[in-house]
């Protein structure tokens, strides 16, 4: 069978935002344009864009300025899933019509940019035949089959900012500080910048914590001569035995979690708490160099991909190279932080405490 040869490609960024999203989309259209003569269409809300056709024409002119712009210059949702589009009664099946569409827009192959809600939608259009390029985002870094995610980067940029910056004021006052960062199910943004910021106490979800062991901690730091302590807490993380706190339990908005630990110490110690949350800070503004370089390399590997018509496979880093994997790798499972890898038993080391010794 000869393959159709590729001459209009789609790009859109699905689920929450995230920095350097506009560093792919400007480094995938100048790959396309320059080097494969391409016409890029920007899809805009993530798929909702191809149920109701709603398309830019992305031309260089377009695309001037954006690499160090937080957001995307496409705009995104996480309600816009195809195969379950939420109408009044209910939810929908769409993909139907999602499939006429790219049709109708004659699109030869796609490149969806998002995390782990994206790319799994992305993998099952793949799946009934429409040409997908996957490009993992996401600050949360908790997508398998790739070293990092970009965003990330900046995230615990910004986490750590937020640590250094309670530490003054703990010092100051002799109080305990809890920050409370994302991450979902994962304690990746925790764990880094706690490590970078120079927490006492990191509570991950991958490493459940007792009230107990935090008192303990605390106390013992105090008799060593610091009565004031730094914890970071993931969004995610949970007391043994005890389950993930929300917001919101329908939409599984998580949080809160930080003032429960609060309340869990509080009648143990005779210092003073305060909570953090930082929340979506973490998410808006530029991206970090880091994350503009990851995003650019990204970018360029998704655009060459496509024009290859080499379909059905993600950009990822592995070491120091990009490299492309199967979607379905990425989607398969969660990237959690290993409760017995190195980067848990340096924190340790440290005497960083877990929450989980006694
Ligand atoms: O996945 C990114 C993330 O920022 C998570 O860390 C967080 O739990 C979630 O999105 C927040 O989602 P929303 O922007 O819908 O509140």
Redesign the pocket.
């Known amino acids: 069978m000869r393959m159709r040869a590729i001459k209009r490609i789609g790009i859109l960024t699905g689920?929450?935002d995230?920095p350097g999203l506009n560093a792919v989309i400007r480094a995938a259209v100048r790959t396309a344009t320059r080097d494969h003569d391409l016409e890029v269409l920007g899809i805009q809300l993530g798929f909702e864009g191809l149920l109701n056709k709603s398309c830019i024409p992305l031309t260089n002119e377009l695309i001037r300025g954006i690499l160090p712009k937080g957001g995307t210059l496409l705009r995104t949702t996480?309600r816009g899933n195809p195969f379950e589009f939420p109408v009044e009664a209910g939810k929908e099946d769409r993909s139907a019509l999602l499939l006429r569409n790219i049709k109708e827009l004659g699109l030869d192959g796609i490149i969806a940019i998002g995390?782990d809600g994206t790319l799994k939608i992305a993998q099952r259009l793949f799946e009934m035949g429409i040409p997908m390029i996957a490009v993992p985002k996401?600050?949360?870094n908790d997508l398998a089959a790739t070293d990092f995610t970009f965003g990330f980067m900046t995230a615990v940029s910004v986490a750590t900012d937020a640590v250094d910056r309670l530490h003054t004021t703990a010092e100051s006052h002799d109080r305990v500080m809890i920050l409370e960062v994302?991450?979902?199910h994962c304690g990746w943004?925790a764990l880094h910048s706690g490590l970078a910021g120079g927490a006492d106490i990191i509570l991950i979800p991958e490493i459940p914590y007792t009230p107990e062991a935090i008192v303990e901690s605390i106390r013992s730091r105090q008799k060593e001569g610091s009565p004031f302590d730094i914890i970071v807490v993931a969004?995610?993380a949970k007391r043994v035995g005890g389950a993930e706190r929300y917001i919101d339990r329908r939409?599984k908005?998580?949080?809160g979690i930080a003032y429960q630990v609060a309340d869990e110490i509080a009648r143990a110690i005779n210092l003073e708490i305060r909570v953090t949350v930082l929340g979506?800070i973490?998410?808006g503004g530029s991206p970090i160099p880091f994350d503009r370089v990851l995003a650019t390399r990204f970018g360029k590997a998704a655009a060459d991909l496509i024009a290859k018509g080499d379909f059905g496979k993600m950009v990822a880093l592995r070491g120091e190279q990009i490299v492309a994997v199967p979607i379905r790798d990425a989607v398969s499972n969660p990237k959690y932080v290993d409760p017995d890898g190195e980067l848990v038993a340096t924190a340790r080391s440290l005497g960083i405490s877990f929450g989980d010794a006694l």
């Open positions: 689920g929450g995230c996480n995390g996401t600050i949360d994302m991450g979902r943004i969004e995610g939409s908005r998580l949080g979506h973490q998410r």
